[in-house]
């Protein structure tokens, strides 16, 4: 399994950016796919998910209602549009996959993207 993510850059608060995460290397209709970040000096932390196989996402609080996650299966590519970005959002963000949810849920996916640095200036 290999993911890749781009569109990381440096952005203004209250502007937007879009991350793209591409999958390949395998089947993905029963994994799920997920956002998760680590900004300096944190933690990584969960940001959404998503399941290939389609369902609404699910978000952190901090970011529902700003960030949008999807998926177009044609292009095997999850997506990620952030709104309304606060310098709190500055972090890398890592692409993951698994085929367990609880996986996800407990930050501990088998598969990891390389990351794509995002920064959100004040």
């Known amino acids: 399994v290999q993911l890749v993510e781009s569109g990381g850059g440096l952005v203004q608060a209250g502007g937007s950016l879009r991350l793209s995460c591409v999958a390949s290397?395998?089947?993905?209709?029963?994994?799920?796919l997920g956002w998760f970040r680590q900004a300096p000096g944190k933690e990584r932390e969960f940001v959404a998910r998503i399941r290939w196989s389609g369902g609404s996402a699910t978000y952190v609080n901090s970011v529902r209602g700003r960030f949008t996650c999807s998926r177009d299966n044609a292009k095997n590519t999850m997506y990620l549009q952030m709104n309304s970005l606060k310098p709190e959002d500055t972090a890398v963000y890592y692409c993951?996959?698994?085929?367990?949810?609880?996986?996800?849920?407990?930050?501990?996916?088998?598969?990891w993207g390389q990351g794509t640095e995002v920064t959100v200036s004040s």
């Open positions: 290397g395998r089947t993905f209709s029963n994994y799920v």
């Open positions: 993951a996959a698994d085929l367990d949810a609880t996986a996800l849920i407990r930050g501990k996916p088998n598969y």
